[in-house]
């Protein structure tokens, strides 16, 4: 548990405040404080940890000589977004990585998951990736899903709890109740690095993200690895709200996407500079034309919720927690078993900035 003075200290210093979802009132904590991670919930009665922060390695080798001393599995690292589902009281809930009850994916549990395992394992908490092209978070989406969305458990921890179950006891869960996991690599030994140099390879052919390497021992420590696809790509996917996004954000993909090339010895090609130019370039001239077009930068989304009530409960928290951007719902219809949900995100700085000097505003340097 968390100590009370902990949490009057933690409000006071604004790192956790007090939320709200329909009837459940919640405390979440909003930044780190001390030893709680970003996204820690308190209930009542109940305590759903933040899921840990996970480091990243820029060079394979040297990065698990220096940071595994067992050996680890590999696991895919799925482009979407991070969720925790759990049960409280009645009823299953999503939480986002941020600590907010998210909506849209507790309205379509059902079609992620087998609700059934919260039956058998109350208090036990499904970490889970959800990718797809109509997510209502994130442009991007991986080759392998299609249409609509789909979930992707990669971790399973407790209630009250810091702890993740070792991935063999995750593994026998998943396959028991047919939940949907991400793709596990195998359990590799600390001198196996050629072979997966290769499956990274394979991965950065195929437009995926990368891995994530969790130890096999008592410490479970973890790191995750880049695929040069998945750096090219926020950088394209950001470009047209980059004012929004501190520098280091592109410094860092840059330089992620360097070390990959350097450590998969992959031929420097004009090909590769005009991939990184474009990456930057053409979502400026997106932002131009549509603004141009419509006056305005903004980026259009599509989601199926199965009910309107959630649609409605999800526009309403968007909008509340949404900071520099207008969010405008554009559409809400049903459409066969789902009510169709289409909005669009205006990027008010990117928006105003083009505004300005599109019409030969001034600017000092």
């Not at 820029?58 to 049960?87: C, T």
């Not at 919260?118 to 989406?141: K, R």
């Not at 971790?155 to 063999?168: M, Q």
Request: proline share 4%; net charge negative.
């Amino acid at each position: 548990m968390i100590e009370l003075e902990l949490i009057k200290e933690a409000i006071k210093k604004r790192k956790a405040r007090s939320e709200s979802y329909r009837d459940l009132e919640f405390l979440r904590f909003s930044d780190d404080f001390q030893d709680i991670p970003r996204g820690t919930v308190v209930f009542k009665e109940d305590i759903i940890w933040g899921y840990p922060h996970i480091g990243r390695i820029f060079m394979l080798e040297r990065g698990i000589r220096e940071q595994f001393e067992a050996p680890f599995w590999v696991e895919e690292k799925v482009d979407g977004y991070n969720v925790r589902v759990f049960k409280h009281s009645d009823r299953v809930l999503a939480l986002s990585r941020g600590g907010y009850v998210c909506p849209f994916t507790t309205d379509r549990l059902p079609d992620l998951i087998n609700l059934s395992f919260f039956e058998d394992y109350p208090d036990l908490v499904l970490c889970m990736e959800v990718a797809g092209p109509e997510n209502p978070y994130i442009e991007e989406s991986p080759p392998f899903v299609k249409e609509d969305v789909q979930a992707f458990v990669f971790d399973i921890g407790r209630r009250n709890s810091r702890e993740l179950l070792p991935v063999e006891e995750r593994l026998r869960l998943v396959e028991e109740y047919g939940l949907p996991g991400v793709r596990v690599f195998g359990r590799f030994s600390l001198k196996e690095v050629g072979k997966l140099k290769e499956i990274l390879l394979e991965l950065d052919k195929e437009r995926r993200e990368g891995v994530v390497l969790k130890e096999d021992s008592e410490r479970n420590k973890r790191a995750k690895y880049i695929t040069s696809y998945a750096n090219l790509s926020d950088i394209k996917i950001t470009s047209k709200n980059m004012l929004q996004l501190p520098p280091e954000y592109y410094t860092n993909r840059i330089l992620r996407l360097v070390l990959f090339l350097e450590e998969e010895s992959i031929d420097k090609s004009h090909e590769l500079y005009e991939k990184l130019g474009r990456a930057f370039i053409d979502g400026l001239f997106e932002a131009i034309e549509e603004f141009k077009r419509e006056h305005k930068v903004s980026a259009h989304y599509r989601c199926r919720f199965r009910s309107r009530e959630n649609a409605l409960v999800f526009m309403e928290q968007l909008s509340k927690h949404s900071r520099h951007i207008q969010v405008i719902q554009k559409r809400l219809e049903k459409e066969g078993d789902f009510y169709v949900l289409e909005f669009e995100k205006v990027f008010m700085s990117m928006t105003g900035l083009l505004g300005h000097l599109l019409g030969g505003g001034l600017v000092f340097d």
